[in-house]
């Protein structure tokens, strides 16, 4: 594969030239990585490559470090097939989530609402350079209106372009009757109806993917993401396992991110099953994502409305004629609350950061008049 069926093109093209002393590195994308070992592809094939010690010490956090998708400026190790990132490139898009919570969800109070809290307030990147993302709810027990709404969200964020993919129609005679539904909700975003068991609708998918295009495959586990890139490739290539029928809930088959040539063009990028997505965005994400409640909010008498119990509030005024449905409007306010929640945080973070730093510099001050 040359550069440009691997994703490069002149953005990245730009960054690698503006990237100070340059002289002898070469560029090259992330195929997967595992442990801090990275599997990179150039021109010169596929390397086994290693973050440098330098690129180790200046990383800024977790989220400094390459993921799969990423571009990064790579130093050959003579006489091996073997390499050393010295720069991560700038991100043309990424699409992340908080860190998840370990140890259990904290419960908690916040602005009179309960609301779970836990987890480093933190970013964790999962894919980055993504192009389309593949949003994949499965027309099973798995289907929820408020998780494709919150992989929406977050998509917006990301700056790829997303497309909802509801898999299993086999099992739905409904199935045309929910993608309507889901389309209600996404707002011009492409919405398909497949089956990755018979192949009905996969030929729609293929419209998605062009040359040099990276797309992602993001949702729960179970809902079909490995055996939908195995339809895609004409083999089955990624491990798939049934979901469970006590529950209806799959296991985690995939566990890893790998980035996946297509024939024909295109790059596929599979990812774990998410048990737990919390948002890592601002309010303008959610209002995107509420398109129809923030064109009602503008209409509102107050600019500041809160859409509560305000005199002259349009959001409500849609509700009481049954133009807007209650239960969307209360994830629209959950949401909301769940950002404002995270900002928060990110306040109270970077204040105990910017303290430990003055602290850190009062002591050194110290050191040195005494020395």
């Given at each position: 594969m040359d550069l440009i069926d691997l994703g490069w093109n002149s953005f990245f093209e730009e960054q690698f030239i503006a990237q100070e002393n340059a002289d002898g590195l070469f560029p090259a994308r992330v195929l997967s990585e595992r442990r801090g070992l990275y599997l990179v592809c150039g021109e010169?094939?596929?390397?086994?490559?290693?973050?440098?010690?330098?690129?180790?010490?200046?990383?800024?956090?977790?989220?400094?470090?390459?993921?799969?998708?990423?571009?990064?400026?790579?130093?050959?190790?003579?006489?091996?097939?073997?390499?050393?990132?010295?720069?991560?490139?700038?991100r043309k898009t990424r699409f992340a989530r908080k860190e998840p919570i370990s140890g259990g969800k904290k419960p908690g109070r916040f602005e009179g609402e309960a609301i779970s809290s836990g987890g480093a307030t933190a970013e964790q990147v999962l894919a980055a350079n993504i192009d389309t993302l593949f949003i994949v709810i499965g027309l099973d027990a798995n289907f929820r209106l408020h998780r494709v709404e919150r992989l929406m969200i977050q998509a917006y964020e990301s700056a790829s372009r997303p497309v909802v993919v509801l898999n299993k129609a086999d099992l739905r005679p409904d199935a045309e009757e929910k993608r309507k539904s889901v389309e209600?909700?996404?707002?011009?975003?492409?919405?398909?109806?497949?089956?990755?068991?018979?192949?009905?609708?996969?030929?729609?998918?293929?419209?998605?993917?062009?040359?040099?295009?990276?797309?992602?495959?993001?949702?729960?586990?179970g809902v079909g993401k490995s055996s939908l890139i195995n339809a895609l490739l004409?083999?089955?290539?990624?491990?798939?396992?049934?979901?469970?029928?006590?529950?209806?809930?799959?296991?985690?088959?995939?566990?890893?991110?790998?980035?996946?040539?297509?024939?024909?063009?295109?790059?596929?990028?599979?990812?774990?099953?998410?048990?737990?997505?919390?948002?890592?965005?601002?309010?303008?994400?959610?209002?995107?994502?509420?398109?129809?409640?923030?064109?009602?909010?503008?209409?509102?008498r107050f600019s500041d409305c809160a859409h509560r119990s305000e005199p002259g509030c349009a959001v409500k005024e849609a509700i009481a004629r049954g133009d807007l449905p209650e239960d969307r409007y209360r994830e629209y306010l959950k949401y909301m609350r769940e950002i404002r929640y995270l900002d928060m945080k990110k306040e109270q973070r970077a204040r105990c950061i910017d303290h430990d730093k003055a602290e850190r510099m009062g002591f050194m001050k110290k050191k040195y008049r005494k020395e």
């Open positions: 010169a094939g596929e390397l086994e490559a290693r973050v440098s010690g330098k690129f180790r010490n200046d990383a800024s956090g977790a989220s400094g470090f390459p993921v799969t998708g990423d571009w990064v400026a790579c130093a050959p190790v003579p006489g091996e097939s073997k390499a050393i990132i010295r720069r991560l490139l700038p209600d909700v996404t707002f011009g975003a492409a919405v398909h109806a497949v089956s990755a068991l018979t192949g009905s609708g996969i030929e729609g998918l293929r419209r998605h993917i062009g040359r040099g295009e990276t797309i992602a495959f993001v949702g729960s586990s004409g083999c089955d290539r990624q491990k798939v396992t049934e979901v469970s029928g006590a529950v209806g809930k799959g296991r985690h088959t995939t566990t890893a991110r790998d980035l996946i040539p297509c024939p024909g063009g295109g790059l596929l990028l599979d990812t774990p099953g998410l048990r737990e997505f919390q948002l890592w965005c601002g309010e303008d994400e959610v209002e995107s994502g509420f398109a129809d409640i923030a064109g009602l909010a503008a209409r509102c």
